[in-house]
């Protein structure tokens, strides 16, 4: 039980890091001058995390939700070169179910995003470049909030598994 429930939680946390799907709910005339500055990162969650693992002809179906505590981050985003980088901690509280079994486990984290590039285009805020490119719809965008969010839907085959995984990704940003 330990072997699936550790293989599902090292799978989930893969695809976290990883992907992600474009969602058509963002708001319309987002402007790179309104999200260039420092922003402090305050809610962080994962919702309705599901996901299904299947190795050596078992099913492991999984569900997962995570919520963000403790932000003591900086989230700053450049121009010329467009760089987001972080400084700070936060700490995520991540509850999973495997198999009819519950596990609660609280993490520290540090530098929310490494140094990397980001672009605007249309709603989307993305992360990175090439395939490692994450996109997050921009569902609110103020002169002091940025609330983002992305929908994951994602198969993957790691350690000898398939695994089926979907969750809601949001995080709220302020100045």
Known sequence: MKKYFLLAFVTVCTLV???????EDGVSGASEAS????????????TDGKSNTNFDGTSIPATFNAVGKDFDTVVTFS???????SKGSYTTVS??????ETQTEEEQG????????????????FFGSGEEE??????????????LKYKLNETVEAFGATSTVSATYNMTLTK
């Open 110 to 125: 540090e530098d929310f995003f490494e140094s990397d590039a980001w672009r605007l285009e249309g709603s989307t805020l």
């Open 17 to 23: 890091s990883t992907s992600c799907s474009k969602d």
């Open 134 to 147: 994450i996109g997050f719809t921009i569902t609110e965008l103020t002169d002091s909030k940025m609330s």
């Open 35 to 46: 999200i260039i500055g420092t922003w402090n990162l305050t809610a962080l969650e994962a």
């Open 95 to 100: 509850t999973t179910t495997i198999m009819g």
């Open 79 to 85: 121009e010329e070169p467009q760089i987001v980088t």
